[in-house]
Nanobody, 130 residues
């Protein structure tokens, strides 16, 4: 059974950093592009970052550009999200997913749901407050 399991979320103060991990199992992880997506309270899913299967191509949403970085370790079947200078507006549940469609579908602003992903994690909560 294919699974994605996120971890690393928590409560931090503005300006602090967190590193999220997403461990994949049950499918050929290196063959899939991967994304990080978040859902803030009362809002829809927001696409954040995307990385190619080999890790050589990435794209980043303007809302997190310069603060968030995506990476992957295909030997460990793990996707990462490094989040720096976190702000209260970053408070959300963060999900990793393997997208079904091309980048324009997600990067154009949606709306989209978890059904638009081949594989989808359970999410990890990130709360930023002083």
């Amino acid at each position: 059974e294919a699974q994605l399991a996120e971890s690393g979320g928590g409560s931090v103060q503005p300006g602090e950093s967190l590193r999220l991990s997403c461990v994949a199992s049950g499918f050929p992880f290196p063959q899939y592009e991967m994304t990080w997506v978040r859902q803030a309270p009362g809002k829809g899913l927001e696409w954040l970052l995307r990385i190619s299967g080999g890790g050589g191509i990435t794209s980043v949403a303007d809302s997190v550009k310069g603060r968030f970085t995506i990476s992957r370790d295909n030997y460990k079947n793990t996707l990462y999200l490094q989040m720096n200078n976190l702000q209260p507006e970053d408070t959300a549940v963060y999900y990793c997913g393997a997208p079904r469609y091309g980048s324009f579908f997600y990067e154009s602003g949606g709306p989209f749901t978890q059904d638009d992903f081949h594989y989808w994690g359970q999410g990890t909560q990130v709360t930023v407050s002083s």
